[in-house]
């Protein structure tokens, strides 16, 4: 019996500064404008996937977060496999130097796929980014894929829209294209990370539920019932794009974080234009956007800025001078419940910087009828700009040599009755997966 060929990779989410909304074609999952995206470091947030093909398998599998998924029921998931299956390659062994698996032969292989996200899923931080790039990368790795990497992110866009833009690391274009088929369609990279490291991120989890109306659907509904989306799309995109791009090459700070308001609030109002309304955003995120605004007019200049995709989740953009001032801002309005307390913000030496550094002079007198709404933000991530998706050294797999997921660990020493629940109930493939990730492993 021929040994199980297997690959494993990481991928990471993305935020938008100019959004995507809006399908052109939904079948080929075109949009109606460009956007462009950061790649958020996956030091912090993060999917990894393991792929494991063999002629042995007679169909093909997927676990995500623990659970066991339909392959042949998910369109997307189909789509990303046929359009790797098609342009495969030979697979040549390192060791010995001979082809393993012909290109021909992949269509015959079925692969078993194990993955996990370190973060909640379909929370507004782009889960679905992080996961479809992340197995069209897999398998792009595993059938040795003969196009190019931004090739490779027209594939991803089928699985997911925004997971095209998380193929690459630094600041990620997604060009709308023009072509019917979509191949124009794909995700280029303007600058790396490297470009601008003074760039850095806060998220705010303000809910760690499942969205009420998924991305697509609410597209759907905006495409169909609102004129300011068209506007949007054929008038503000383009001009927005060219700026958006050149202050990112120019590390204008300002002029970035001010679009990426400006984008999202006009994103957020093509989802109230739409009827029926989408609130994806609620009270605690505008509050989150009344501080921002109020640090800013505190500081004298724009230190700070938001943005929302389809949940209540805020990522605060600031440079790296300004994070423990800006984070002091957040942990004065937003204070943590006493349950959440203890690792409340992912990073205590920022923590520890940000009561040094206290919040601006003036922002409490800015914001003086603002009362502190203690307990609403559950969670404070700081994260910054990373590399895009790549592959993991064979110890990090996720799944046995053949291709099924691992069997969890057992709860930790000591472990509460709840978590030893959550085990029982077979969470405890997931636990330990988000605490490994949030301890660096
Ligand atoms: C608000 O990429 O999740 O995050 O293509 O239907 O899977 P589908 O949609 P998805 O939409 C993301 C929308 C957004 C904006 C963005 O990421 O550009």
Redesign the pocket.
Known sequence: MAKPVQVTVSSPTNI?VI???GKRDAKA?TPINS?V?ITINQRDLRTVTTVTASKEFSKDRLWLNGTEESVADNKRVLAVFREVRARAGDRVDSTTGEVAVKAADWASMRVYVVSANNFPTAAGL?S??AGYAALAHALGELMCYTGSLDELSAVARQG????CRSLHGGFVAWDMGAKADGTDSMARQVAPAEHWPELDVLILVVSDAKKTVS??SG?DTSIKTSKLLAHRAASVVPERMVRMEAAYLARDFAAFAELAMADSNQ?HSTCLDTYPPIFYMNDVSRAVIQVVHAFNSACGETRAGYTF??GPNAVLLTRKEHTAQLLAAVLAFFPPSAEAEAGFVNDAALRAQAAKAGQPAGLPALLAKMAPLKGLVKKVYHTDVGPGAHPLDDAESLATPNGLPHAPPPPPAGATWGIQLAWALGLGYPLACIGGALMGK
């Not at 997911?160 to 997971?163: D, F, W, Y």
């Open positions: 938008a959004k995507y909304w999952n956007s995206s782009a679905s980014a997911s829209g925004s997971a991305s697509t597209m994103f995709d389809a």
